[in-house]
């Protein structure tokens, strides 16, 4: 099942903040986040392991609380360049064929526009 | 320090017609994705790959689509007899090693119409 992100669109000035929200129904071992600029490939952001970590890159951190199965996104006083559409990818450990891996569902994105 | 590269950008192709859609994972990276995204969604998992070997093709429609990452050359995404629901862009991910924990780095995508 796919996980929700809140919001699903945010409009901000150049220097505000941001928090988009990402919550899944599974238990989970980590969570990816990614940027997409439009037509462009989806950009790695950073992963959150379990253990409630705070991560950051640049003014962007994020959190993850596995008991709540949930992670934020922060962006601390936006700039232009953060316009894109943010996904969450939730990771869950599989096994198949005698192979344990990591799966990515990710959400339905949140897009972020920032304005001068 | 090249990336994930998938060929053909774009691809165009009529009703009935195959499409074949490359993706040579990153330097070192043995694990390979593949995801279909619609306008306006998000990504969604179609199959993962390692060498020679099919690990999770639940993602992948039981007809038309197939996959394979042969010992030597690029993933491959096979779509035959295409219809039009088929629009949409692929990406390919490649990953150094198989945990959860391991990020996924993306290709350009290819955007396949069908006319």
């Known amino acids: 099942q796919q996980p929700v992100q809140s919001p699903q669109a945010v409009i901000l000035r150049e220097g505000e903040d941001a928090v988009i929200n990402c919550s899944s129904s599974?238990?989970?071992?980590?969570v990816h986040w990614y940027r997409q600029k439009h037509g462009e490939a989806p950009v790695f952001l950073m992963i959150l392991l379990k253990g409630g970590e705070q991560k950051g890159h640049e003014k962007i951190s994020a959190s993850f609380n596995e008991k709540k199965q949930q992670s934020s996104l922060y962006l601390t006083a936006s700039q232009l360049s953060y316009s894109g559409t943010y996904f969450c990818?939730?990771?869950?450990?599989?096994?198949?064929?005698?192979?344990?891996?990591?799966?990515?569902?990710f959400g339905q994105g949140t897009i972020l526009t920032v304005h001068p | 320090n090249a990336g994930v590269m998938q060929n053909p950008r774009h691809l165009v192709r009529r009703r009935g017609q195959e499409a074949r859609l490359r993706c040579s994972p990153m330097k070192g990276h043995s694990h390979v994705y593949w995801y279909r995204q619609l306008p306006e969604e998000g990504l969604k998992f179609m199959v993962y790959l390692q060498k020679e070997n099919i690990i999770d093709e639940s993602g992948m429609p039981k007809e038309r689509f197939s996959a394979e990452f042969p010992k030597e050359g690029p993933s491959i995404l096979r779509i035959q007899q295409v219809v039009r629901g088929d629009s949409a862009a692929y990406f390919c991910?490649?990953?150094?090693?198989?945990?959860?924990?391991?990020?996924?780095?993306f290709g350009d995508g290819t955007r396949l119409s069908i006319l």
């Open positions: 990818g939730p990771a869950q450990r599989r096994s198949a064929g005698g192979t344990s891996y990591g799966k990515l569902t």
């Open positions: 599974k238990a989970l071992y980590s």
């Open positions: 991910a490649s990953s150094r090693g198989q945990e959860p924990y391991q990020p996924q780095h």
